[in-house]
């Protein structure tokens, strides 16, 4: 049975936040000033009530912008409130407020990172280009990354080129949750086919691997147990998948370098892979200079990520046969 006009108007003022839960908020300016009105005036009450599901998007009314300044501007908890409200209802005008949030480190890390959210569903340009112009403000404080992912996932690639969001990239150790560890996994599947060749230079700088496939340096060592290595296979596997010549070259060095370190993991999946792709992987790494039996033999039991072979049984006689022909025998005998 619908409600009666005004059955809830005694609810504006003593309990604003149960008609904005259950959306019984009515339709009249005037109503909605007073219960954000109210839920500015208890903020301190109402942020231990709300849930993460609460939603404020029927409070839209012609003065809320200036209705919403005075919290925004000084931190408190009306100043979480009122960017609660601004995410679900919002109005422009507000654009200033929000970008002095997420340049203010003495502000909390989930009030900065709502503000730049907020930017970014409504394309204030400006403001988002002068966080990433001043990240190390936005920045501070920022000891789980979540500042970091949020940034990256609301400005690339619209505003920021893939070179700069590679370069922002931090070996992590925390795991794929918060918004870091949620952009990452996302990084292959947003990436733009032109910009795969820069990232897998990337990937090559990121372990030291020369353009032969060598260890020119040490690869960072605080990569190591860190999530960036997911990444890394993420967008190997979405270079093989492309079965370009090219890409399996860097790929082949990619690999050199893993079992020259000792690890016969393949640095991507191999289940959008075929025969003739892998045959073909399996060449460019044995037509390499230098290359001895061991490389052959690790080839032989190597495994991806999920267990899949790179050869099978019915690889191991044409495998054995293309090792003999390429690999550099005196390196073994010279070694005995």
């Known amino acids: 049975m619908p409600a009666r006009p005004g059955c809830y108007q005694w609810l504006v003022e003593a309990d604003p936040l149960t008609l ?18 109210t839920l500015l005036a208890q903020a301190h009450e109402y942020q231990h009530l709300m849930r993460l599901d609460d939603r404020f998007g029927s409070l839209v009314h012609p003065d809320l912008a200036a209705q919403l300044a005075p919290d ?4 408190g908890p009306a100043s979480g409130l009122a960017l609660a409200v601004l995410a679900d209802s919002y109005v422009p005008g507000l654009e200033a407020a929000l970008l ?14 709502r503000s730049l959210v907020i930017l970014a569903e409504h394309q204030a340009d400006e403001q988002l280009l002068a966080v990433i112009e001043r990240s190390d403000v936005f920045l501070a404080g920022d000891q789980d990354d979540h500042l970091l992912g949020a940034l990256l996932d609301q400005t690339w690639p619209r505003l ?6 590679l370069a922002r990239l931090v070996p992590s150790a925390r795991l794929r949750g918060g918004a870091y560890g949620l952009f990452l996994h996302e990084v292959a599947d947003r990436l733009a086919e032109e910009d795969l060749p820069t990232t897998l230079s990337w990937v090559e700088r990121l372990f030291g691997v020369d353009k032969e496939g060598r260890q020119s340096s040490d690869p960072d060592p605080a990569v ?4 960036l290595p997911g990444v890394v296979e993420d967008v190997c596997t979405l270079a093989a998948a492309a079965r370009s010549n090219e890409y399996r070259q860097v790929l082949a060095r990619l690999f050199r370098a893993r ?9 991507f999946r191999l289940d959008d892979t075929d025969r003739a792709w892998r045959r073909g992987l399996v060449i460019e790494m044995l037509c390499a200079d230098n290359v001895d039996a061991t490389l052959g033999a690790m080839l032989g039991f190597a495994r991806d990520s999920a267990g899949v072979p790179l050869l099978d049984d019915d690889d191991f006689a044409w495998a054995c046969s293309t090792a003999m022909q390429h690999v550099d025998h005196t390196a073994v005998s010279t070694a005995d």
Do not use: F, H, K
């Open 160 to 165: 920021m080129s893939t070179p700069d969001m």
């Open 100 to 113: 002095s949030i997420c340049l203010d480190p003495a502000r909390p890390l989930w009030d900065r990172q």
């Open 224 to 227: 190591q147990g860190s999530i």
């Open 20 to 37: 904005v839960r259950y959306n019984l908020v009515p339709d009249d300016s005037g109503t909605r000033r007073v219960v954000v009105a």
């Open 259 to 267: 079992i020259g370190a000792g690890d016969d993991e393949p640095p």
């Open 72 to 75: 925004l501007r000084r931190a």
